[in-house]
Every structure is written in C-alpha cells, then in structure tokens.
C-alpha cells in the first residue's frame, strides 16, 4: 500500500474544504446537540470524508475518546510511566518497524513515531493486562498517531478495541472467527456465485478476512480509501468493514467469467491476496459501500444465530466480550457526556506575564489614492 500525503477530500477545491472545515468545526463546537438531533447530517458529512485538517479531532469525538480521555485524566501518563510486561515489551518491540515503514513518521528506528507506538502498544497491555498485545493492533494505533497526539491515539485504540471490534484482540481470536461466519452467511445474499464458490472449495472466512477486520482495511486498500473507510467506520461501526468485505468478495468471485480464473482454493487465495485496483479506488468503493444494503440489525440477527451455532460445536465462548456498539451515536447512548467532556481545548496558548498590558491593536491601512480612471 502507497502512502501519499494526508487526504480525504481529493480532488476538491480549496474554497470547498474551507467551506468543510468551517461546518465540521460548528459540529464539534456543539456535538452533543448534532449527535442527538441532527444525526444523519453527521452521517452525510462523514460519508463525504472529514476535512484532512480536522480528522483526528472528529475521530476522537466520534469514537467517543475525546470523553474518555477526559474522564480518565492523567491515565494514560501513569500507565506510560509503568514499565510493563517484558514478555509484551519483546514482542511489541519486534513489530515497530514493521508498521508503515514508508511513512515518514515510522521510517527511522528509535524515532519519535516508533516512540509513540511502543508508548499507546505498552499502554494498553497495562490498561487490559488480561488482552495483552496483539499484532493487528499496531497498524491501528499506527493509523490513529499519523492523525492524532500519542494519549488521544491511545484512546482512540481503547475505543476500537472495546466498542467497535471487541474480543477481536483476545486470545483464541473467537470473535473475528464468529464474524468471519457472519460475513460468509451474508455474502449468500449479496453474491450467490461467490457464497457459492467459497463454500464449494471449503475455504474457512478466516483464511482471507482475518487482516481485512482485524487490520479495518488499513493493510489492504490504498491510502485514500483506508481514511474514507475509517471516515465512516467511527461513525457507522462495524457494518461498514462488513460492507467494505462483501464488495471485495462481490467484485472479485461474483461472476462466473472470474471464477473461471480461480478453479482451486489456491487460485481463489492468490486472487483474494490481490484485489483488482479498480475494485479498491475510493470513489468507487465508497459508493459501493454506500449502496450496499447490509445493516447493523442484519449483521445482529446474524451474529445471534452464529452464536448458536458456536455454542453447538464449540460451547460457550471463553472469552467474554463486552457488547458491541454500532458506531458514535450508540457509544455516545450508552456512556451520555458532560458538556465539560465535550469542551475543545485550545490548540494555541500565549501566556502573557502578569501585569502586562495587551498589545495594542494594529493601526489602520491607509486607504490607497484612487488611480485615473481608465
């Protein structure tokens, strides 16, 4: 995957991301009040992608971190300054390098980007000490500190794992599995040949979408398309990495001409390990995804009826998760914030001595003479 600079809005206008940027900046002024009355304009504005300058900003609120951070004030410092497991330590260490090494804030060994991975990595085995470490977590909190300082990223991370994508990170892996069947069940509907196809050939959802969920794409689609993805994930929830999922497997195993390309296991594997380019450009993807109509009361009745299943052939599952939630608007239901949490903090502070005056306002331009008259 190629890293060009921060984007999300390409292809528009300066004075059209001014405009964005202006109307997100009202949003997060007031979010309490557009998350409760005015939802589906939050939802728009995601689906258009988040202005670059305010990205980071919008996912912490929608992810709802930003009030997490503030209810858990001085946290992430005191778990940062614990020394942690060496057995997680070790492995958290071997993984640094191997996170967008071609993005200038991770290229350097021992630089300050590496620095706050280990730091929200170590952070969290502290914080969950019962989850540990898991390797699809660092391109994640790698995702977030390209947009966002190192204790909001670490929030972030903590909202992924425990609202967005629980038991994804615990061992055993029992919750990625059962959304692997989940996937499978739905893609029945969405692309029969593909349901069809997969089924014939025996191969277990695990084998090729384990990174796509785990990872939220971050690892498989080009850069512009991770952002809108994301863009609309904290906002939707998990829904949109299934839809994001079942139009891969749609495009690439939904028509008997592609699967002449993929007679075995083997071949449907190398094709899924290469997804078409096309397939994957943003502004196709994002109006597939769009107008994909797979909705959280689906993938629900479906995971109810996977837990059955699992129950049957396997017993109750070990590791007890926390309920999902279905993206900012539920986060924000279940755990309501203070107006206090919601206060944006300035981004720039002059601190003037006591006792000194403030400067005096500029003096006025003159006014040019007029020139003759043409």
Known sequence: MTLPRPQGCVGHPPEVLRQREVKWLDMLNSWDKWM?????????????????????????????GKVKREQNQGKFQELDSQAGDPVWLDVIERDLHRQFPFHEMFMARGGHGQKDLFSVLKAYTLYRPEEGYCQAQAPIAAVLLMHMPVEDAFWGLVQICEKYLPGYYSAGLEAIQVDGEILFALLRRVSPPAHRHLKKHKM?????????????????????????????FFCDGVKIIFRVGLVLLKCMLGSQEKLKKCPGQYETME?????????????????????????????????????????????????????RMHGARAIMAAEPPSRQ???????????????TPAPPPPPPRPTPAPGPSQ
Request: aromatic share 8%.
């Open 204 to 232: 277990d959802p695990i084998l090729y979408m384990t990174e796509w969920f785990m990872c939220a794409f971050s690892r498989t689609l080009p850069w512009a398309s991770v952002l809108r993805v994301w863009d609309m």
């Open 271 to 323: 094709l899924l390990r290469a997804i078409e380019p096309r397939y994957m450009q943003e502004s196709f993807l994002v109006r597939e995804v769009l107008e994909l109509a797979v909705s959280e009361r689906d993938i629900e009745k479906e995971h109810h009826a996977q837990l059955r299943r699992w129950k049957d052939a396997h017993g109750e599952l070990r590791c007890k998760s926390p309920p």
């Open 341 to 355: 949490d919601l206060r944006q903090n300035p981004t720039i502070i002059v601190e003037l001595p006591l006792g």
């Open 36 to 64: 409760a009355k005015r939802h589906k304009k939050v939802k728009l504005r995601c689906q258009k992608g988040i202005p670059p300058s305010l990205r980071g900003r919008a996912w912490l609120y929608l992810s709802g």
